[in-house]
């Protein structure tokens, strides 16, 4: 078991005076966060209510994991923002706007928007659930800024956070 185990050293790369490897991943333990059911801090976007199940400041900015309940209706306009994200649904239907493209997301479907996609979403039942992925710190950094802050006030925080409504 010990030689399985053991700590190698770091592999030298020969003709590069002085470099051993690549920088040291950080370290799993050090970032694991438990989420029980239910809980997680509550965002109220006006369109939806998040629960933030896995902040950025849990994973080094690396990507943030959200559960989104939203109420029949169209959310927010199309729009384009500057991370990367994906949407997993568990319950409800809804569609998805990319780049031009409907998209038909019932429970177990999922979809991924690049970053700089102009997306929205529907939701054609009386309410869906799904988890929203991000990656980056950005989003939850949004959705904290427009829970705080009035309706009125999102078409500024939008801006703020590089998020592009298409005309």
Same mark, same amino acid.
């Given at each position: 078991? $010990?030689?399985?185990?053991?700590?190698?050293?770091?592999?030298?790369?020969?003709? =590069?005076?002085?470099?051993?490897?690549?920088?040291?991943?950080?370290?799993?333990?050090?970032?694991?966060?438990?989420?029980?059911?239910?809980?997680?801090?509550?965002? $109220?976007?006006?369109?939806?209510?998040?629960?933030?199940?896995?902040?950025?400041?849990?994973?080094?900015?690396?990507?943030?994991?959200?559960?989104?309940?939203?109420?029949?209706?169209?959310?927010?306009?199309?729009?384009?923002?500057?991370?990367?994200?994906?949407?997993?649904?568990?319950?409800?239907?809804?569609?998805?706007?990319?780049?031009?493209?409907?998209? $038909?997301?019932?429970?177990?479907? @999922? =979809? @991924?928007?690049?970053?700089?996609?102009?997306?929205?979403?529907?939701?054609?039942?009386?309410?869906?659930?799904?988890?929203?992925?991000?990656?980056?710190?950005?989003?939850?950094?949004?959705?904290? $800024?427009?829970?705080?802050?009035?309706?009125?006030?999102?078409?500024?925080?939008?801006?703020?956070?590089? =998020?592009?409504?298409?005309?």
């Amino acid at each position: 078991m $010990d030689a399985v185990c053991a700590h190698r050293a770091a592999p030298r790369y020969p003709g =590069i005076r002085g470099y051993r490897a690549a920088p040291p991943v950080p370290s799993v333990g050090g970032m694991t966060h438990f989420s029980a059911p239910g809980a997680g801090p509550e965002l $109220d976007t006006g369109d939806a209510r998040i629960t933030v199940k896995i902040g950025a400041e849990h994973t080094g900015d690396a990507f943030e994991v959200f559960e989104v309940d939203a109420p029949r209706g169209p959310s927010v306009p199309p729009h384009a923002d500057p991370w990367a994200k994906a949407f997993y649904v568990l319950h409800g239907r809804i569609t998805v706007y990319v780049d031009g493209e409907l998209h $038909d997301l019932g429970p177990g479907a @999922s =979809i @991924s928007v690049p970053a700089g996609a102009v997306n929205t979403f529907t939701v054609h039942t009386p309410s869906a659930q799904f988890l929203a992925v991000s990656l980056t710190g950005g989003m939850g950094r949004f959705f904290r $800024d427009v829970d705080r802050a009035g309706p009125e006030q999102a078409p500024e925080i939008a801006a703020r956070h590089q =998020i592009e409504f298409a005309s």
